[in-house]
C-alpha cells in the first residue's frame, strides 16, 4: 500500500470507523439498538406468555412470603380502634390520634387523616415514614421536616391518609431504644421484622377499609427510606393495594457491597435467619425484582437517587427496574409501572413528591380528576 492510499485508508479504533485525517470527528454507523443483558434477566427466564408468568408468580409469591418468614405471624385479632385525639387542620381536614390492635397484647398508634369535604368515600393511603424516632409525628407534618408531611399533603388533596407509626418507633420505643429489634425477636424467635412491619402495615389497610369514609377499593401506598422499602414489601403482599410508590428504598440483596445489612447481628435486624448465609457469600433464593414482579398488574413507581448508596449499585437498579417493566409489558398493562431516577441523594424533594402524588391522582383518583380541557372560546 502505498503512503497516498495509506492516508485515505479508514481505521477500526476502539469500535469507530475513524478518518487519519479527521481523527477527533468519528463515524458514527447506523446499527439496530443491542439487546440490553444483564443479572436480571433471570426474572422472566422461561416466561413468554401471561399464563407462563402466572405459574412463575406463584414460585415467587412462596418464595416472598418464606423470605418473610409469614408462616410465623400471629392471628388476626379484632382492631378495637380507638380515637384518643381529634383536631381539625385549618378547616381542610379532621387529624385523629388512633390505636387498633396488632396482636393479643400489641396496639399500633397512628395518625389518621380525613379530609371535611367529601362527596362519597375517598380515596385513601398507607403513608409509611423513614428511620425516625417519632415516625407519625413527622409524617403528619407536627416536627422534623415538611418534606415527609405526607399525610398532611395528602389530605389536602382529598385523601384519607392512615400514618402508623413503626413497631419499634414513637408510642412503642423499646426500652433499649429507638429501633431495637432484640424484644421482638425474643417473643417471635422465627419471625422477621421485615414480616412483622408488613403484617402491622396490612392491618392498617384493614383500618382504612372499616371506615365509611373510605373507599376501600382505591387505596394506595407510600413512603420513604424504611418506609420506602416497606411499601414494596407491603404492595407485594397485600392485593388490596391498588397504587404503591416508594421513594429511596434500599439496595437489594445482589451486587451490593452491603448486603449484611439486611441481617445485621445488633440494633435493626431485618431477616435474622439470612444471616449464616450471607457471611458465606450465599443469597437469597428471590431479590428485589421479584418482589416488586408481584405488584403487577397493580401500579408501582419507584423514585430513587442515583447517588444514594454506591454508585455502581444504584446504576443496577434501572437495569432491575427495566426488567421488571417487562413483566408488565407481558401482563399488558405498562403504564401501570414506571421509575424516576434523580441526583438528590437520599431525599423526597418538590418534584419526587408531585411525580409521587401524581401518580396516586392518576391510579386512585376517578378520571376527571386529572383530564385536561381545551380552553373554551369566549362569546
Same mark, same amino acid.
Given at each position: 500500500?502505498?503512503?497516498?492510499?495509506?492516508?485515505?485508508?479508514?481505521?477500526?479504533?476502539?469500535?469507530?470507523?475513524?478518518?487519519?485525517?479527521?481523527?477527533?470527528?468519528?463515524?458514527?454507523?447506523?446499527?439496530?439498538?443491542?439487546?440490553?443483558?444483564?443479572?436480571?434477566?433471570?426474572?422472566?427466564?422461561?416466561?413468554?406468555?401471561?399464563?407462563?408468568?402466572?405459574?412463575?408468580?406463584?414460585?415467587?409469591?412462596?418464595?416472598?412470603?418464606?423470605?418473610?418468614?409469614?408462616?410465623?405471624?400471629?392471628?388476626?385479632?379484632?382492631?378495637?380502634?380507638?380515637?384518643?385525639?381529634?383536631?381539625?387542620?385549618?378547616?381542610?381536614?379532621?387529624?385523629?390520634?388512633?390505636?387498633?390492635?396488632? =396482636? +393479643? !397484647?400489641?396496639?399500633?398508634?397512628?395518625? &389518621? /387523616?380525613?379530609? %371535611?369535604?367529601?362527596? @362519597?368515600?375517598?380515596?385513601?393511603?398507607?403513608?409509611?415514614?423513614?428511620?425516625?424516632?417519632?415516625?407519625?409525628?413527622?409524617?403528619?407534618?407536627?416536627?422534623?421536616?415538611?418534606?415527609?408531611?405526607?399525610?398532611?399533603?395528602?389530605?389536602?388533596?382529598?385523601?384519607?391518609?392512615?400514618?402508623?407509626?413503626?413497631?419499634?418507633?414513637?408510642?412503642?420505643?423499646?426500652?433499649?431504644?429507638?429501633?431495637?429489634?432484640?424484644?421482638?425477636?425474643?417473643?417471635?424467635?422465627?419471625?422477621?421484622?421485615?414480616?412483622?412491619?408488613?403484617?402491622?402495615?396490612?392491618?392498617?389497610?384493614?383500618?382504612?377499609?372499616?371506615?365509611? =369514609? +373510605? !373507599?376501600?377499593?382505591?387505596?394506595?401506598? &407510600? /413512603?420513604?427510606? %424504611?418506609?420506602?422499602? @416497606?411499601?414494596?414489601?407491603?404492595?407485594?403482599?397485600?392485593?388490596?393495594?391498588?397504587?404503591?410508590?416508594?421513594?429511596?428504598?434500599?439496595s437489594f440483596f445482589r451486587h451490593n457491597p452491603n448486603v449484611e445489612a439486611w441481617s445485621r447481628d445488633h440494633w435493626y435486624v431485618y431477616f435474622k435467619?439470612?444471616?449464616?448465609?450471607?457471611?458465606?457469600?450465599?443469597?437469597?433464593?428471590?431479590?428485589?425484582?421479584?418482589?416488586?414482579?408481584?405488584?403487577?398488574?397493580?401500579?408501582?413507581?419507584?423514585?430513587?437517587?442515583?447517588?444514594?448508596?454506591?454508585?455502581?449499585?444504584?446504576?443496577?437498579?434501572?437495569?432491575?427496574?427495566?426488567? +421488571?417493566?417487562?413483566?408488565?409489558?407481558?401482563?399488558?398493562?405498562?403504564?401501570?409501572?414506571?421509575?424516576?431516577?434523580?441526583?438528590?441523594?437520599?431525599?423526597?424533594?418538590?418534584?419526587?413528591?408531585?411525580?409521587?402524588?401524581?401518580?396516586?391522582?392518576?391510579?386512585?383518583?376517578?378520571?376527571?380528576?386529572?383530564?385536561?380541557?381545551?380552553?373554551?372560546?369566549?362569546?
Amino acid at each position: 500500500m502505498t503512503h497516498r492510499q495509506a492516508c485515505h485508508s479508514l481505521l477500526i479504533f476502539f469500535g469507530f470507523v475513524v478518518s487519519p485525517i479527521h481523527a477527533d470527528k468519528p463515524v458514527r454507523l447506523r446499527s439496530d439498538a443491542p439487546v440490553i443483558e444483564s443479572s436480571w434477566d433471570d426474572l422472566l427466564e422461561g416466561v413468554e406468555t401471561v399464563e407462563d408468568w402466572q405459574r412463575h408468580r406463584e414460585v415467587l409469591k412462596r418464595r416472598y412470603l418464606e423470605l418473610l418468614r409469614d408462616d410465623q405471624k400471629p392471628n388476626r385479632v379484632p382492631l378495637d380502634l380507638q380515637v384518643h385525639e381529634t383536631v381539625e387542620v385549618d378547616g381542610i381536614y379532621e387529624r385523629r390520634l388512633i390505636s387498633y390492635a396488632v =396482636e +393479643v !397484647d400489641e396496639r399500633a398508634h397512628a395518625y &389518621l /387523616g380525613v379530609p %371535611l369535604e367529601r362527596e @362519597g368515600p375517598l380515596p385513601a393511603v398507607v403513608a409509611l415514614h423513614g428511620t425516625y424516632d417519632h415516625g407519625k409525628e413527622r409524617a403528619a407534618g407536627l416536627i422534623d421536616n415538611p418534606d415527609k408531611a405526607y399525610l398532611d399533603h395528602l389530605c389536602r388533596r382529598g385523601y384519607v391518609v392512615i400514618a402508623p407509626d413503626h413497631f419499634v418507633a414513637g408510642h412503642r420505643v423499646p426500652p433499649e431504644g429507638p429501633y431495637e429489634t432484640g424484644r421482638f425477636h425474643q417473643k417471635h424467635p422465627e419471625w422477621t421484622s421485615v414480616g412483622k412491619f408488613t403484617f402491622e402495615h396490612s392491618i392498617a389497610v384493614d383500618v382504612l377499609q372499616s371506615m365509611d =369514609e +373510605v !373507599d376501600g377499593e382505591r387505596i394506595g401506598a &407510600l /413512603g420513604h427510606s %424504611l418506609g420506602g422499602h @416497606g411499601t414494596m414489601f407491603l404492595a407485594a403482599y397485600d392485593d388490596r393495594i391498588k397504587a404503591a410508590a416508594g421513594n429511596c428504598a434500599a439496595s437489594f440483596f445482589r451486587h451490593n457491597p452491603n448486603v449484611e445489612a439486611w441481617s445485621r447481628d445488633h440494633w435493626y435486624v431485618y431477616f435474622k435467619h439470612l444471616r449464616p448465609g450471607l457471611l458465606k457469600g450465599e443469597l437469597p433464593p428471590i431479590d428485589f425484582h421479584e418482589i416488586m414482579a408481584l405488584v403487577a398488574p397493580r401500579a408501582y413507581l419507584d423514585v430513587a437517587g442515583l447517588n444514594d448508596g454506591p454508585p455502581l449499585t444504584q446504576r443496577q437498579r434501572a437495569l432491575m427496574l427495566m426488567k +421488571v417493566m417487562d413483566v408488565y409489558e407481558i401482563v399488558g398493562v405498562p403504564a401501570n409501572f414506571a421509575f424516576f431516577m434523580h441526583g438528590r441523594g437520599h431525599s423526597v424533594e418538590h418534584e419526587s413528591r408531585a411525580l409521587i402524588y401524581a401518580w396516586m391522582d392518576t391510579h386512585l383518583k376517578p378520571s376527571e380528576a386529572t383530564a385536561t380541557y381545551l380552553v373554551q372560546p369566549t362569546e
